[in-house]
């Protein structure tokens, strides 16, 4: 599997696969566009510029794993946003396939938003 972002360190490790390395950045950098157009619908910020996603997953296969998180176990958005990352990832030419993983281990927390996040919603 290639890891499009590590949730530690926010850097995207070098992985070995075997999809062509342009290949694979193409889908890297059109799963990150579509990641970018799910918004939480009380937040007008992109999931992942708030820092939602934790790691995406790119088998070999073409199969998409993603996982996620939401800024609070009891988010009004809790059964939406799994359904909408899916459905956003899944129309990139070329996935196979995606599955969605939520997580709340470690929790979200504000340190985990992008400066264009911060900016948006005013949090300096």
């Given amino acids: 599997m290639t890891k499009i972002k590590d949730a530690e360190t ?3 490790p070098t992985i070995s696969s075997a999809i ?3 290949e694979l950045m193409r889908l890297s950098d059109e799963i990150v566009v579509a990641l970018k157009t ?3 619908p009380e937040i007008p910020v992109d999931i992942y510029e708030l820092g939602l996603i934790y790691k995406v997953d790119i088998a070999d296969d073409r199969t ?3 996982e996620m998180t939401l800024t609070t176990p009891n988010c009004p958005a809790a059964g939406q946003l799994p359904n909408m ?3 956003a990832v899944s129309m990139v030419r070329g ?3 995606v599955k969605v993983d ?3 281990d470690p929790p979200w927390d504000q340190g985990r938003m ?3 996040a911060r900016v948006t919603l005013n949090l300096w």
Avoid: I, L, N
């Fill in 64 to 66: 998409v794993t993603v």
């Fill in 95 to 97: 996935v196979k396939d």
């Fill in 102 to 104: 939520v997580t709340f």
């Fill in 10 to 12: 926010g850097h995207q």
């Fill in 38 to 40: 799910v918004f939480d």
């Fill in 85 to 87: 990352v899916d459905s």
């Fill in 20 to 22: 062509p390395e342009a």
């Fill in 114 to 116: 992008s400066e264009e």
